[in-house]
């Protein structure tokens, strides 16, 4: 049994006004495909004006990573990266649980790798190109142009933690728990935990009590340290509050928004110094966007600016 934490941090359920409908047994209810690819893994669809829902869909294997996954979860976001429809995009897990992490199962060409007969050289060589690609497919959230608001719901294990770490803005319900898993299992994680969740909660001490016990963290301890900045009694209210916040993203300026999420990512790995050189550089171009008049006369004017896609 999952242990249920509720904490002073716990955000009450949202009403806002309009809004799609949600069920409370599914997500099903939250859109319809609207001209994107069908992807075996995950369910993409379309949630209100520009905004993109990407759910992981195995809930019938607690939504674990098979390679089939590994590969669709970077085409998807290279491919929503690239739409200029898609202003802002909420991933979130189907059923019980976000994600039970590594398909074990499902291992097998990593397997055949290991236990070949080749050369040592050769069979590194292949697994570099492994892990490589498995490392793209979760930094196409990072790279994404837009927001990636990401909705954690029960568990959150192993794979999922460095997955979560690539969005922009993270979500939880009371009862989500957190596990860098990997350690239980004979290996280091290679996927982007242990680079990302030491800069995104800064504290060095915490990382590496979770990475070497692969112990739980609660959704309490989780908003405390900023993993998560937000907390919510069930899964609806959650997606309710980021389908709302994706839709305040959705009409601000592509160009800006877009711009923004880049500055922040390129600033948090250069010094302040060449993050301002490059952000001048930027807005030398950029500034002359239509998007920037059209911000100022609706400000001006009081009205909501309507933007060209990007």
Request: include cysteine; charged fraction near 25%.
């Given at each position: 049994?999952?242990?249920?934490?509720?904490?002073?941090?716990?955000?009450p359920?949202?009403?806002?006004?309009?809004?799609?409908?949600?069920?409370?047994?599914?997500?099903?209810?939250?859109?319809?495909?609207?001209?994107?690819?069908?992807?075996?893994?995950?369910?993409?669809?379309?949630?209100?004006?520009?905004?993109?829902?990407?759910?992981?869909?195995?809930?019938?294997?607690?939504?674990?990573?098979?390679?089939?996954?590994?590969?669709?979860?970077?085409?998807c976001?290279n491919?929503?990266?690239?739409?200029?429809?898609?202003?802002?995009?909420i991933?979130?897990?189907?059923?019980?649980?976000?994600?039970?992490?590594?398909?074990?199962?499902?291992?097998?060409?990593?397997?055949?790798?290991?236990?070949?007969?080749?050369d040592i050289?050769?069979?590194?060589?292949?697994?570099?190109?492994?892990?490589?690609?498995?490392?793209?497919?979760?930094?196409?959230?990072?790279?994404?142009?837009?927001?990636?608001?990401?909705?954690?719901?029960?568990?959150?294990?192993?794979?999922?933690?460095?997955?979560?770490?690539s969005?922009d803005?993270?979500?939880?319900?009371?009862?989500?728990?957190?596990?860098?898993?990997?350690?239980?299992?004979?290996?280091?994680?290679?996927?982007?935990?242990?680079?990302?969740?030491?800069?995104?909660?800064?504290?060095?001490?915490?990382?590496?009590?979770?990475?070497?016990?692969?112990?739980?963290?609660?959704?309490?301890?989780?908003?405390?340290?900023?993993?998560?900045?937000r907390?919510?009694p069930?899964k609806?209210?959650?997606?309710?509050?980021?389908?709302?916040?994706?839709?305040?993203?959705?009409?601000?300026?592509?160009?800006?928004?877009?711009?923004?999420?880049?500055?922040?990512?390129?600033?948090?790995?250069?010094?302040?110094?060449?993050?301002?050189?490059?952000?001048a550089?930027?807005?030398?171009?950029?500034?002359?966007?239509?998007?920037?008049?059209k911000?100022?006369?609706?400000?001006?004017?009081?009205?909501?600016?309507?933007?060209?896609?990007?």
């Open positions: 049994m999952f242990r249920h934490i509720v904490s002073s941090q716990v955000v359920r949202l009403r806002y006004g309009v809004r799609p409908v949600i069920s409370s047994s599914s997500t099903a209810g939250l859109g319809t495909i609207t001209g994107q690819r069908m992807y075996d893994t995950l369910a993409v669809s379309t949630v209100g004006p520009h905004v993109t829902h990407v759910e992981i869909n195995r809930p019938e294997k607690r939504n674990a990573m098979n390679n089939t996954f590994w590969r669709e979860i970077g085409e976001f491919e929503l990266s690239d739409d200029t429809t898609c202003r802002a995009i991933l979130s897990g189907a059923g019980k649980v976000f994600t039970a992490g590594l398909d074990l199962s499902d291992m097998k060409g990593l397997a055949e790798v290991v236990q070949g007969e080749d050289a050769r069979k590194c060589r292949t697994m570099y190109k492994l892990v490589r690609e498995y490392q793209a497919s979760f930094t196409s959230l990072e790279k994404c142009r837009k927001p990636v608001i990401c909705c954690i719901h029960s568990a959150c294990v192993g794979a999922g933690s460095s997955l979560i770490c969005a803005i993270r979500y939880c319900t009371s009862d989500a728990y957190f596990q860098v898993k990997e350690v239980d299992i004979g290996l280091a994680a290679d996927v982007g935990a242990l680079q990302r969740l030491p800069r995104i909660i800064g504290n060095e001490s915490l990382v590496r009590e979770l990475a070497f016990t692969g112990r739980e963290m609660y959704a309490d301890e989780a908003a405390k340290n900023g993993l998560v900045s907390v919510f069930d609806q209210s959650m997606l309710e509050a980021a389908i709302h916040i994706a839709q305040q993203i959705a009409e601000k300026s592509p160009v800006a928004v877009q711009g923004t999420k880049l500055h922040l990512n390129y600033s948090r790995d250069h010094s302040v110094d060449d993050a301002l050189e490059y952000q550089t930027w807005n030398m171009s950029l500034l002359q966007s239509e998007d920037l008049a911000s100022a006369m609706a400000h001006i004017g009081k009205t909501k600016a309507e933007f060209s896609d990007y």
